[in-house]
């Protein structure tokens, strides 16, 4: 895996861990390296896919353990 790649990765990953220090070095080492911000959007537009199926696995977690009514969407 290249350079440009591990940084897209690492903007992902940044993405679906809510880390914003992290997002805001990895999108300076992907501008270093040039990368294009359509692949950069791309990438965290994954992340957040992730984080968002993520999300969605917990609330429903605990909603099995608290209620339905106790937790809001």
């Known amino acids: 895996m290249d350079k440009q790649m591990k940084e897209l990765v690492a ?3 940044s993405a679906a861990a809510n880390c914003h220090p992290c997002m805001d070095y990895h ?3 992907c501008d ?3 990368v294009d ?3 950069v959007a791309a990438a965290v537009k994954v992340g957040l896919m992730v984080n968002r199926g993520a999300e969605n696995g917990i609330r429903k977690k605990a909603r099995e353990l608290l209620g339905e009514a106790t937790i809001e969407d």
């Open 11 to 13: 903007m992902g990953a």
């Open 27 to 29: 999108l300076a080492k």
């Open 32 to 34: 270093e390296l040039g």
């Open 37 to 39: 911000r359509g692949e």
